[in-house]
Every structure is written in C-alpha cells, then in structure tokens.
C-alpha cells in the first residue's frame, strides 16, 4: 500500500531532477541564516557553484555542535512568528538542539509519518496507540498528526502505568503500537505477569533506539506483532526518516526529501557504494530549519536498489550512534552488539546492564544479566555455566573479555522511554 | 524396590550476594507459616544459591516465585543418623564403597536422631544401598 505512490516510488533521473530543483531551493533558504551564510563566504562557496546533485560534496558539513552553539534560535531561516512549533532534544550532552517547524514542515512531517503508516499495511480502521512520550521529544507528536492524516483511531496514551496500557491494548482493539523496543519488551514482560494476552495486536513500530534482529524475533514471538524499524532524528523533524517496508532487510528513506550521503566519519571523504559509514543528510524540504550535509552520527550503509516494494533505495538498519560506542581497551563496542548477543542466548532473561571500570589503567567491563527463570536447575555449577556460555559467546563476537554477573529478574531497572544500558564510570583519561 | 516414596523435594533459590537476600527468603517462609527443617547456602562469586528443606514445599516454592525469585526443586534423600560419634561414617562409608558420589550434604538435629541431607549423583542407587545396610531414610511424607 502506498500513501504517495509517484514520490514514494521517484527514482533515477525524475528524482535527480526533483532532488536537484529542491536542492538549489534549500541553498536560498540556509543563506537567511546568519550562520551558513558566514560559513559558505569563508568556504568561498556560492549558491551558484551547485550545478549537480554531485557538486553537494563542495558544501560544508553542520554537525551537533554547531546547532548547539546557536541555541535558541540561530538555526532559524524564518521569522518566529511563522514558526508554529518548537521541539527541543534532550540535551544529554551539553545545550539542547531546538529545531523549529513552519506549519508547511509540520505538514511535510506528516506526510513522510503517513507514508510509513501505509506502508507497513496501517489503514482507517486500524487502531494505533503511541506510547512514547509527548511532550517535547519529537515521537509523541510527530506521529501523532500522521496517524491521524490516513485517519487511523489514535490513542496518545504516552508512556508510564504500564497495566493500563495493556488494558487500552486489550479494552480498545488496539491494533498497532509505537514505542522504544525496551519498552515493548517491558510491555511483554507485564502482559505475561498479569496471565492475559493481546488478541488484536497485528503491528509494532519501534524506534528511537538501536535495536537487535534477536530482539526483533522476541517482540515479535512475544507481542506476536509483526515488528517493524523506525528511524528518524529531531534535527530531520524526528522519527519517519526512514522505516522498514514489510520487506524488512534495510529501511526506505524519503530521497524526494532528503538528500543522503555516507562518509567516513574520520576522513569525512564519501565511502564506497554499499560500504558502512556515517550517515549525512541533507533536507530538501525544511522551511523554519534548512541544514546541509547534517552528520547524524548513525552507522550504516546504502542498500543496493532495487526493493521488490517498489521504493527507492534503503538504508541499512542502524547499529548504532557514534556516540554510543564504547572504546574498551582499544576495541569499538556497540551497546547494540552486546545486546545481540546476550538476547540470543535462552538462558539470558529481560534485561541486562553494562557497567565499565577502569581498574589499573585497563577498563573492565561487567554485564549484570538477568537469568531467565526456566533455565535455572538449582545447581551451581550449571549456573557457572551459564555465566561462561554468555562470556564466551560475548568474546568471539566483540573479541573482548567480559565479567557476567547473573542477577534475578526483575532486579535491574526498566525503561519507558531511551535505555540507558551502559554506565561508564572511568571518568576522564586525563 | 520401591524408592520414590524417600526423593524428597528440596527447594533450590537463586539469589544475588547481596546483603538482605536470606533475610527476604526467610520472612516470606515466615508468613506463609513454612517451617524450615535445615537449609545451606552455596556460594559462587557473584550470586548463589540457598537450598531449604521444608514443611509445606510447594507453599514456599508458590510464595518465593510470586515474589520474582527463581526457584526450583532439586531430589535429595534424608537420611537418619546416629548423633553419636561414627554416625556420618556409617552412612558415607556405604555410599563410596557403592561408588555413589555426594555432590553436598547438610544436615540438621532433630528431636530423636540428626538427620543427614544429601544430594548424590544417582538417588535411586543412593535409596536402595542405604536400604539394604539397614540405614533409616526419612518418607517424603513428613516433609508435606
């Protein structure tokens, strides 16, 4: 099912055109702000020396920081009184990034949301509940207005009481969520408890953090949901970026609205087609907050075309934020990867936490798993083994020894919004 | 010979190293009114596991799991001793000439004999070679 067949499906040469046209449209619209049009004179660069898509690579990158340093409002290409909404990011590390929104990026917004909607099978007469939180993170909101755009029944229950939701699952028909994978799992672990179960659940939306295809087949054997990948960032208006199609294996991003480009985060030169590196994105379409070559910090890879679904090309699903990774006596940890393993293992239960010392000058890294209760026969030592079957199995995918420490299940904190699963108490090197 | 009426269920409990654990396992036994005959804790580095023979198995195990504990039920056999010296020889003699090893043993005094816990390798063996030295094995039904 498509929401917007012609742009969903815009390849080759009428999307080059369309990209380029919008392209040249989004270089007037940065040079109202004060700060890209200080940083194209000094990179000697004019609107004009654009004459292909090609020719993007010229351009400056903008990274978080720079929108940092203009906080509030120095990211604004129009005035405030034609801005009709601001969301701010958490602003974990330092300043938060305030992006604003015209009334035609809201409605851009929520087209790109309509057309994930469609395209994992959502339609009037579905019923969806968005348990992510509302206020300022852009989840809440963002897919909000598009649910209600291809008319599905919307129940803005938020986050937290997380019987009550089950109830509404249960009470309402509710026919599709969208949470974090956490909370879904959270989700799973109290429907279980409370010895019900959720007959009219057909879809899961989950995003806003990465996320394992070993997590994926215990949302989806548990939820029995057909489980799908959401991706998206505040500064891009937030989640509907990219979203899996019911053929999975990648995400489909909108190319009519966002111009995509994979660098090496070091060298910051493009990659090699196909080959994994940072994702840089530039929006073809923002009104109150244009950007060039935004770098995200996500890893992935561009997907060779050609999706039996018909959409342009994808994005691989991401493994992570650069920001989230670990450096562990010298070696690069995802969260993400460790979360692979341990949720493929039948012995691990719910959740896990990983905390990082540095003890001697060498960093240490321990993982407080949950035990998963049928697996337990009352001996030490298969216990013992259960703890070496999860250590070796952590080290031949991250090559790194690891302490594994078995707690009780549900002894370690759960999450309703983002996980935060890695405490780093090394401080600073210096 | 007819053996399972001396497998006697003891209840095996998964808990961190943590102070407060055995203190939270013993109140809720006190509650549901489980009396604990004799118990042991095992220990590795990071968690063990406290093992308990009770009155009321089945109680204890319904309480402990409604509470988040991991529980299970491991077979061990209960054997009369002699509370004088030679009593544990007795009995340990006649298991290792039989080749029947002990993975642990705990025991407790009751109000007659002392009565030796013991968790083997192979409990139908360990029941039928007691038997025949005239050992006394306690029936699963007094701990019911």
Same mark, same amino acid.
């Given at each position: 099912?498509?929401? $917007? ?9 009428? #999307?080059?055109? !369309? ?7 989004? !270089? ?12 194209? *004179? ?69 087209? #790109?949301?309509?057309? $994930?909607?469609?395209?994992?099978? #959502? ?6 509940? $968005? ?47 969208? %949470? ?17 179960? #959720? ?33 998206? +960032? ?16 990648? !995400?489909?991003?909108?190319?009519? %609205? ?5 660098? &090496? ?20 379409? *923002? ?19 050609? %999706? ?36 493929? +293992? ?38 013992? *083994? ?37 405490? &780093? ?6 | ?47 063990? @596991? ?20 991991? @529980? ?50 192979? @409990? ?10 005239? @050992? ?9």
């Amino acid at each position: 099912m498509f929401w $917007n067949k012609k742009m969903e499906t815009l390849q080759g040469d009428k #999307l080059a055109v !369309l990209q380029h046209k919008r392209l040249t449209w989004t !270089l007037h619209q940065i040079d109202k702000v004060p700060f890209y049009h200080q940083r194209l *004179k000094e990179a000697g660069i004019s609107a004009g020396d654009i004459r292909s898509l090609e020719d993007v690579e010229k351009l400056p990158f903008t990274n978080k920081k720079d929108l940092q340093g203009g906080y509030p409002f120095g990211f604004l290409a129009v005035p405030l009184n034609q801005v009709v909404r601001i969301h701010t990011t958490s602003g974990t590390t330092g300043k938060p990034t305030v992006v604003g929104y015209t009334r035609q990026d809201l409605d851009n917004w929520s087209e #790109l949301i309509a057309r $994930n909607l469609t395209m994992v099978g #959502l339609a009037e007469g579905d019923v969806f509940q $968005n348990m992510v939180n509302y206020g300022l993170f852009t989840g809440g909101l963002g897919f909000h207005y598009g649910a209600e755009k291809i008319g599905l029944t919307v129940i803005p229950s938020a986050t937290g009481n997380t019987k009550r939701q089950i109830e509404m699952i249960r009470d309402f028909g509710v026919t599709a969520i969208h %949470c974090t994978p956490s909370y879904a799992l959270h989700i799973a672990e109290v429907t279980e408890e409370m010895g019900v179960d #959720l007959p009219s659940l057909k879809v899961g939306m989950f995003g806003a953090e990465a996320w394992s295809e070993s997590m994926r087949s215990e949302l989806q054997r548990r939820l029995k949901v057909n489980a799908f990948d959401s991706y998206g +960032l505040s500064e891009m208006y937030g989640p509907g970026v990219a979203f899996e199609c019911p053929e999975k294996e990648g !995400l489909h991003i909108w190319h009519d %609205c966002l111009l995509t480009e994979i660098i &090496d985060p070091k060298s910051g030169e493009r990659v090699a087609e196909g080959e994994r590196g940072e994702l840089v994105i530039t929006p073809l379409v *923002k009104e109150a907050m244009p950007l060039i070559r935004y770098r995200t910090g996500d890893i992935t890879r561009l997907i060779e075309d050609g %999706c039996p679904c018909g959409r342009g090309q994808k994005i691989g699903r991401i493994t992570g934020r650069s920001d989230d990774m670990l450096v562990i006596r010298g070696i690069n940890v995802f969260p993400s990867q460790i979360e692979h393993v341990l949720r493929s +293992l039948p012995e691990v239960g719910d959740q896990f936490m990983v905390i990082i010392d540095r003890i001697n000058y060498l960093d240490e890294m321990t993982i407080e798993v949950e035990m998963n209760r049928e697996y337990f026969s009352g001996e030490l030592r298969d216990l013992a *083994k259960v703890q070496h079957k999860i250590s070796s199995a952590l080290r031949d995918v991250l090559g790194l020894r690891t302490t594994i420490k078995l707690v009780e299940p549900g002894s370690l904190p759960r999450f309703e919004g983002k996980a935060k699963r890695v405490i &780093d108490r090394r401080g600073q090197l210096w | 010979m007819e053996t399972d009426q001396y497998v006697i269920k003891q209840i095996s409990i998964f808990s961190e190293n943590r102070p407060g654990r055995l203190a939270a396992i013993a109140q809720a036994m006190e509650e549901e009114k489980v009396n604990i005959f004799a118990f042991s804790i095992a220990e590795a580095d990071q968690f063990g @596991v406290v093992r308990a023979l009770v009155n009321h198995t089945e109680k204890a195990h319904k309480k402990l799991t409604s509470m988040g504990f991991i @529980v299970s039920f491991t077979d061990v056999i209960a054997v009369r001793m002699r509370d004088e010296p030679g009593g544990l020889y007795a009995i340990a003699k006649v298991l290792g000439e039989a080749q029947i090893n002990i993975d642990y043993a705990y025991a407790y005094s009751g109000r007659d004999a002392a009565v030796l816990i013991l968790r083997v390798n192979n @409990v139908k063996d360990a029941i039928t070679t007691l038997l025949e030295h005239g @050992v006394t094995l306690i029936e699963n039904s007094f701990f019911r």
